[in-house]
């Protein structure tokens, strides 16, 4: 009975360490958080490493994945019907490609970080921001240029390929309008988010 138990505990920490699972809804920012408690301070702890604000960080996964961390791109159909190899290796809350990903660990030393953990997947959005400042001079609280750059890669963005997707540029302007959103949500109950973490 021990043994069964043990078993058990062990699968549910398990499957809590791969995720959790999507927000029962993604448009309020404070619900989501209240709800994830954790990833109010992985936030916190990325816009203190990056600089990019909190609902930078939240509109950029909610367009990616909408915050599910087992995320992948849809298959491709063969004949309509039969399953066919996905378009990238995307995956996670970031939708980081495999080589972007390996990248980001190299770069940081974070050997160990995974794309279905929300923590390391802020992590990386902050770690992507602060390249795209670097090689494209987009600053953290510009959503719009950081989801460009964040989809066409450096080279992309500074080439200006998004120009040629209006349905990119759609997607640009909705990730700015939810950071901003976000960051109005959190402006009112930050303190109380806080407060759980006895922060205040």
């Given at each position: 009975?021990?043994?069964?138990?043990?078993?058990?505990?062990?699968?549910?920490?398990?499957?809590?360490?791969?995720?959790?699972?999507?927000?029962?809804?993604?448009?309020?920012?404070?619900?989501?958080?209240?709800d994830?408690?954790?990833?109010?301070?992985?936030?916190?702890?990325?816009?203190?490493?990056?600089?990019?604000?909190?609902?930078?960080q939240?509109?950029?996964?909610?367009?990616e994945?909408?915050?599910?961390?087992?995320?992948?791109?849809?298959?491709?159909?063969?004949?309509?019907?039969?399953?066919?190899?996905?378009?990238?290796?995307?995956?996670?809350y970031?939708?980081?490609?495999?080589?972007?990903?390996?990248?980001?660990?190299?770069?940081?030393?974070?050997?160990?970080a995974?794309r279905?953990?929300?923590?390391?997947?802020?992590?990386?959005?902050?770690?992507?921001?602060?390249?795209?400042?670097?090689?494209?001079?987009?600053?953290?609280?510009?959503?719009?240029?950081?989801?460009?750059?964040?989809?066409?890669?450096?080279?992309?963005?500074?080439?200006?390929?998004?120009?040629?997707?209006?349905?990119?540029?759609?997607a640009?302007?909705?990730?700015?309008?939810d950071?901003?959103?976000?960051?109005?949500?959190?402006?009112?109950?930050?303190?109380?988010?806080?407060?759980?973490?006895?922060?205040?």
């Amino acid at each position: 009975m021990i043994r069964a138990s043990l078993v058990s505990f062990l699968a549910l920490t398990a499957l809590s360490a791969c995720g959790h699972a999507p927000p029962d809804q993604v448009n309020d920012a404070c619900l989501i958080l209240e709800d994830n408690r954790s990833w109010w301070r992985a936030l916190q702890r990325t816009e203190e490493r990056w600089g990019v604000p909190a609902g930078v960080q939240l509109a950029i996964l909610k367009r990616e994945s909408s915050f599910n961390a087992h995320a992948r791109p849809a298959r491709r159909r063969l004949l309509g019907i039969i399953p066919g190899r996905r378009p990238s290796s995307a995956y996670g809350y970031a939708q980081a490609l495999d080589e972007t990903w390996d990248w980001y660990r190299r770069d940081t030393g974070r050997r160990g970080a995974d794309r279905d953990d929300f923590s390391d997947a802020v992590d990386f959005v902050g770690w992507y921001a602060s390249k795209s400042r670097q090689l494209s001079g987009i600053q953290p609280n510009q959503p719009r240029e950081l989801y460009l750059s964040y989809h066409e890669g450096h080279g992309g963005y500074n080439r200006g390929t998004y120009r040629r997707h209006s349905w990119l540029m759609r997607a640009a302007d909705q990730v700015a309008s939810d950071a901003q959103r976000y960051e109005n949500q959190i402006s009112r109950c930050e303190r109380r988010l806080s407060r759980r973490f006895g922060l205040f």
